[in-house]
């Protein structure tokens, strides 16, 4: 099947740990994104990726490291620096032409919960 | 910044209603809009998407309204069913996909 997968589904951690959480797609998008999501909050842009090594800040990158070594993968660390880790983290892939559409395709979300 | 905004955080419908979905964007820059329908604990999924050259689009008993003039846009979903409840979220693309807070779609019974 085509598609985005995140794991784990939950994540549990003590402050002060940093923590990765893994982005997958086989859809063979060149561009990858993630975001935050908090409680009645919509999404906010973390970092996205549109080639292989290369990536950008979003809105909110502070606390935050990304790498983007191959086409299928774009995990996201989650350092001790961020200081409010606790949220409903979303991977999403898209193509960059906008054809036929700039649809992002969603992964299912990690639950990161930080005490 | 581009900023895009939902009206009301909440909508109550009954079963077999028509639901409508509001949703205003700052910036006229933009010339792709999408609606993303998302059920609890689970990633968004794509609804319709219109392109700032089209007024409206129709899908599968959803219509998508866009009215440049006032930069708003409106997801009309026809004969609500409670499998549509979930949260709405309406995005704009600028450099990126910008979204809005959210709607929650509560349908009864």
């Known amino acids: 099947d085509g598609g985005i997968t995140q794991s784990p589904k939950y994540l549990f951690r003590k402050e002060g740990q940093n923590v990765t959480l893994s982005c997958e797609q086989n859809l063979n998008h060149d561009a990858m994104y993630w975001y935050r999501q908090d409680p009645g909050q919509g999404l906010r842009l973390i970092y996205y990726?549109?080639?292989?090594?290369?990536?950008q800040k979003g809105d909110i990158a502070e606390g935050y490291s990304v790498s983007r070594e191959k086409k299928e993968s774009f995990p996201l660390t989650v350092t001790s620096a961020q200081k409010n880790p606790t949220a409903f983290y979303l991977c999403?892939?898209?193509?960059?032409?906008?054809?036929?559409?700039?649809?992002?395709?969603f992964g299912p979300g990690t639950r990161l919960t930080v005490t | 910044g581009e900023s895009v905004g939902l009206h009301l955080p909440t909508l109550s419908v009954q079963e077999g209603d028509n639901s409508i979905i509001n949703c205003a964007y700052s910036?006229?820059?933009?010339?792709?809009f999408i609606w993303y329908k998302q059920e609890s604990g689970k990633g968004p999924q794509f609804i319709i998407d219109?392109?700032?050259?089209?007024d409206k689009r129709q899908g599968q008993r959803v219509t998508v309204l866009l009215n440049k003039t006032v930069k708003h846009l409106s997801l009309q979903i026809a004969a609500t069913q409670p499998g549509d409840s979930a949260v709405y979220f309406c995005a704009a693309l600028y450099s990126t996909l910008t979204f809005g807070k959210g709607t929650m779609l509560l349908v009864s019974p």
């Open positions: 910036n006229s820059a933009s010339d792709y």
């Open positions: 219109i392109r700032s050259n089209m």
């Open positions: 990726s549109q080639i292989v090594n290369d990536f």
């Open positions: 999403a892939s898209s193509t960059i032409a906008g054809e036929p559409s700039y649809e992002q395709y």
